[in-house]
Nanobody, 129 residues
C-alpha cells in the first residue's frame, strides 16, 4: 500500500516561505519519480516540480525561480521549498509518486498528472497579500 502524507502548508503573508513535506510509505522516494502539484479553486491541477532518474529536477515555468524540490532518502520524504510566496501561489499542494523505477527525463520535461500513479490528500497553502 502506498501512502503519501503531505504537511507544512498554512496561511502566510506574501514574501514569506514554506517548506512542504511528503512522508512516503510503500514507495521508495530515492528510486521513484516524485512530484509536486497544485490546484487552485476553478483551475486545472498544475505540475510544479518533479525529480526523475539521476536526480534530474524539472520545474514548471511559474516555479523555476522560487521553488526547490528535494528529498531526504533516510527519511523517505520529499520536500518542496517555496520562497517569496505570492498570493497566486495559494492552492492545495499535492505530493505524487510514479512507478518504482525513475525515468530518464530532462529538466525541461513538462510535468504531467498522468505520469504519476499515487497521490496524497494535499496540504493547503494560503498566501495573503
Amino acid at each position: 500500500q502506498v501512502l503519501l502524507a503531505e504537511s507544512g502548508g498554512g496561511s502566510v503573508q506574501a514574501g514569506g516561505s514554506l517548506r512542504l513535506s511528503c512522508a512516503a510509505s510503500g514507495v521508495t522516494v530515492k528510486s521513484t519519480d516524485m512530484g509536486w502539484f497544485r490546484q487552485a479553486p476553478g483551475k486545472e491541477r498544475e505540475g510544479v516540480a518533479a525529480i526523475y532518474s539521476g536526480g534530474v529536477k524539472a520545474y514548471a515555468d511559474s516555479a523555476k525561480d522560487r521553488f526547490t524540490i528535494s528529498q531526504d532518502n533516510a527519511k523517505n520524504t520529499l520536500y518542496l521549498q517555496i520562497a517569496t510566496l505570492r498570493p497566486e501561489d495559494s492552492a492545495m499542494y499535492y505530493c505524487a509518486a510514479g512507478e518504482a523505477t525513475r525515468l530518464e527525463r530532462g529538466p525541461s520535461y513538462l510535468i504531467r498528472c498522468d505520469d504519476f500513479r499515487y497521490w496524497g490528500q494535499g496540504t493547503q497553502v494560503t498566501v495573503s497579500s
